[in-house]
């Protein structure tokens, strides 16, 4: 009984202690937005900004990043429109254990993703349409000092009505 009390007592300091000691980053990114499927028969490659909070525990190989993400694409034959997104994410990250590349990351979430199109002919700007949707990817991240850089590629499927959106954001970032 006493050694069950010991391992409830280390147990409960050590979920104290976590949150405390985890590490936290900011993240900036930008890049190119690739359409696939539907969604590339309708806009053209497009670019995307990422702005992002990391929680992560030393040591640890999951972790937490909070993320707004802003994509915009020319709408194929739409006279000059765009199809513009916002998004906030939750994702968590897998990195360390059993990756291939000792820098790798996999990164996995669920969103709210908010499209509209702006600049439409004659109609002007549309309805905003508010939308759930995940994403999944990879990257690597490339330690400097007193910052770290990153590449990544995610997929992001958002279901939309009708036809689903499907984009492939390629960011490079920062993260300090």
Request: hydrophobic share 40%; net charge negative.
């Given at each position: 009984m006493r050694s069950m009390t010991g391992v409830g007592l280390a147990l409960a300091a050590a979920l104290i202690a976590t949150p405390?000691?985890?590490?936290?980053?900011?993240?900036?990114a930008a890049g190119a937005t690739v359409p696939v499927g539907s969604t590339a028969d309708a806009v053209d490659?497009?670019?995307?900004?990422?702005?992002?909070?990391?929680?992560?525990?030393?040591?640890?190989?999951?972790g937490?990043?909070?993320?707004?993400?802003?994509n915009?694409?020319?709408?194929?034959?739409?006279?000059?429109?765009?199809?513009?997104?916002?998004?906030?994410?939750?994702n968590g990250t897998l990195s360390g254990v059993g990756m291939p590349i000792p820098m790798g990351y996999l990164i996995a979430g669920l969103g709210m993703y908010s499209?509209?199109?702006?600049?439409?002919?004659?109609?002007?700007?549309?309805?905003?349409?508010?939308?759930?949707?995940?994403?999944i990817g990879?990257?690597?991240?490339?330690?400097?000092?007193?910052?770290s850089t990153f590449l990544e590629a995610r997929f992001?499927?958002?279901?939309?009505?009708?036809?689903?959106?499907?984009?492939?954001?390629?960011?490079?970032g920062i993260k300090f």
């Open positions: 405390a000691a985890a590490q936290t980053s900011f993240s900036i490659v497009g670019y995307n900004a990422i702005l992002g909070l990391g929680i992560k525990p030393p040591l640890a190989p999951l937490l990043r909070i993320e707004g993400m802003y915009s694409h020319a709408v194929k034959d739409g006279g000059g429109s765009n199809m513009q997104t916002l998004a906030a994410i939750v499209s509209k199109l702006t600049d439409v002919p004659i109609i002007g700007n549309t309805d905003s349409e508010t939308d759930i949707g995940f994403n990879a990257g690597i991240n490339i330690p400097l000092t007193g910052f992001h499927f958002i279901q939309t009505e009708g036809n689903s959106t499907k984009l492939i954001p390629i960011s490079f």
